[in-house]
């Protein structure tokens, strides 16, 4: 008996230490455009976000968190560490959204540690192999590459670099791979990245969450109503009530599993709104460097490590999750790049940290670049704002202040040296060719129309190729080739039977490959049937696939050309993309 109930006593003391070993999992939620005031819990009386909102009861708030203007920057930083400007994102379409391949990200970090990774939504940081999510750390990815996607219901989208067909609405189907994923590796560490489509545009929402916004009257507008459309704003109220409904699946999910108490649950957005609606006073939406633009809400969640219902007014920002992330997993993050983010570990943990008492946070996008400290912001256009005081930036208070001032100005200008220059970045041809990643996706919004071709739209993203009418129009890609052998070529075109009878030519390092369109595949516009408000990115096309051949390449870089010898019709054909499968 004696030995027993040592034995009992034993295992009693062990099983908190055996509960430590296995270290956290993380569950990263990213929304697209959604604003800090697009929460009930930053006062938000419009809408009701209880799921959202319980992460901050049980948790803790990073009251000030701070991400870039826009999209692509901030997943860059969410990845690295670092700065998007130092790592090759420097814009959102035409390859300026790549993360350059020399950087380190965040699932590599935690896949090295053992985690199964996996990423389910938009990725936005490069789509050619190895700028795809699975060359830079994630075993899992099922969602779209692209800065946004033309119709959020029954989408095609990429499952491991495979094209497959989405269910239902998107942000739905999303949360569902992600919950799979989940139960998958419940037995084992995970780090799970959900970064969610909405509310970025196409406005687009299940009728069950609209129906309560449909006409509805809203008590608090933007800070001069005149600039406010109101049926924007109420889709987009409905987009965020649907998107706190699937945290509260995961939130469930994670629960029924019995992974609650050993899950890291992170929250937040990419940006400011993506337009003009209350948003707690601040000047700026999407796209500017202003308060407004570039502070997001932000909620941690784990239980039993960090102080529920506890509020952080320390700066913190995107470039501080890997290192914090990992510092709370007990990761060591190595590498032979400096990060620019800090672990934050210790506040969050609510304890004292001086590292973060006096420190800078830097934003920049098209040009303009702005410093924030823990109490002013130094604007783009030189101005200082005491925020305590003024979050709608109204009086610069420079010349009151002008050691203040002196400092910001020298901080910023400094940074703006040392971090700007983006070397090399716009010299980055498309990588073609790998074998862990056979299928090479040439979508229309990296290729580069000449002679009378166009994109359907202005915004590159989603767009497609169209105006193709004469032998002397070219669409062309830069390209590298990886590795030499035979690929399969495949267009996902639109093509009327008028149009019917074209010849292709493609031509890349001295080889060429000719065909013709034998085939009819002459389908309508979708997306603008969804459409809440109207839109201003491309409608799209159920593409179809034609194949025109096998073609055997060298290694190297070169442009990739397509031209029509012969038009047969009014116009060659639509395009939205082109697809290389490496066959050897």
Request: hydrophobic share 40%; proline share 7%.
């Amino acid at each position: 008996m004696g030995q027993n109930r040592r034995l009992l006593l034993g295992a009693l003391l062990l099983a908190p230490l055996l509960a430590m070993a296995r270290p956290p999992n993380v569950v990263m939620i990213v929304t697209d455009d959604q604003g800090w005031g697009d929460l009930s819990i930053s006062g938000n009386t419009n809408l009701a976000t209880p799921h959202i909102d319980s992460l901050a009861t049980a948790g803790t708030t990073l009251a000030r968190f701070y991400v870039q203007p826009v999209c692509s920057p901030t997943r860059a930083e969410i990845l690295t560490g670092r700065y998007a400007v130092r790592s090759g994102a420097y814009d959102t379409s035409a390859g300026g959204e790549r993360l350059n391949l020399d950087e380190r990200t965040i699932a590599d970090v935690f896949k090295a540690a053992g985690y199964a990774t996996g990423a389910f939504g938009k990725w936005h940081n490069g789509e050619q192999y190895p700028y795809h999510p699975n060359g830079r750390g994630f075993d899992e990815f099922y969602g779209f590459c692209s800065g946004h996607w033309g119709d959020y219901f029954d989408a095609p989208l990429e499952h491991n670099g495979n094209a497959v067909q989405s269910r239902g609405y998107l942000p739905d189907d999303l949360t569902d791979h992600a919950l799979a994923f989940i139960a998958a590796h419940q037995n084992q560490p995970f780090f799970c990245y959900v970064p969610l489509n909405t509310p970025h545009s196409p406005l687009q929402v299940p009728e069950a969450y609209y129906a309560k916004f449909a006409g509805a009257g809203l008590a608090l507008r933007a800070e001069n109503p005149a600039e406010e459309n109101v049926d924007f704003t109420r889709t987009v109220l409905a987009m965020c009530e649907n998107i706190d409904w699937n945290v509260g699946r995961i939130l469930g999910s994670l629960k029924s599993l019995g992974l609650a108490d050993d899950t890291i649950v992170i929250y937040f957005s990419d940006n400011g709104p993506n337009a003009t609606r209350w948003n707690g006073g601040m000047k700026g939406i999407k796209g500017s460097v202003d308060e407004g633009g570039v502070r997001s809400p932000c909620f941690v969640r784990w239980p039993d490590r960090i102080p529920a219902g506890t509020t952080i007014e320390s700066l913190v920002g995107a470039v501080d999750l890997l290192p914090t992330l990992a510092d709370c997993a007990g990761i060591p993050v190595t590498g032979t790049k400096p990060l620019d983010g800090i672990s934050v570990k210790p506040l969050l943990m609510g304890q004292r940290m001086s590292a973060a008492n006096d420190r800078l946070l830097f934003s920049h996008w098209a040009g303009r670049s702005s410093v924030r400290s823990a109490t002013h912001r130094l604007d783009h256009a030189g101005h200082l704002f005491d925020l305590t005081s003024d979050p709608g930036q109204k009086r610069d208070v420079a010349k009151m202040q002008p050691d203040r001032m002196a400092r910001l100005s020298a901080a910023l200008l400094d940074w703006k040296n040392q971090a700007l220059p983006v070397a090399g970045a716009r010299d980055r041809p498309l990588p073609v060719g790998y074998r862990q990643h056979p299928i090479t996706r040439l979508p229309a919004a990296d290729g580069i129309p000449e002679g009378g071709v166009r994109r359907s739209n202005r915004y590159p993203n989603c767009s497609y190729f169209e105006n193709w009418t004469k032998t002397t129009d070219v669409i062309t890609w830069d390209v590298e080739v990886a590795t030499p052998g035979r690929y399969e070529v495949v267009l996902n075109y639109a093509c009327t039977e008028a149009d019917i009878g074209s010849r292709l030519r493609l031509e890349c390092l001295g080889r060429t490959l000719e065909s013709q369109v034998e085939i009819v595949h002459d389908v309508p516009l979708r997306g603008g049937e969804h459409d809440r408000v109207p839109r201003i990115e491309s409608y799209v096309k159920d593409f179809g696939a034609l194949s025109l051949g096998v073609i055997e390449l060298p290694a190297g870089r070169d442009r990739l050309k397509l031209t029509a010898p012969v038009v047969a019709g009014r116009e060659v054909m639509e395009l939205s993309a082109l697809r290389l499968r490496l066959l050897d």
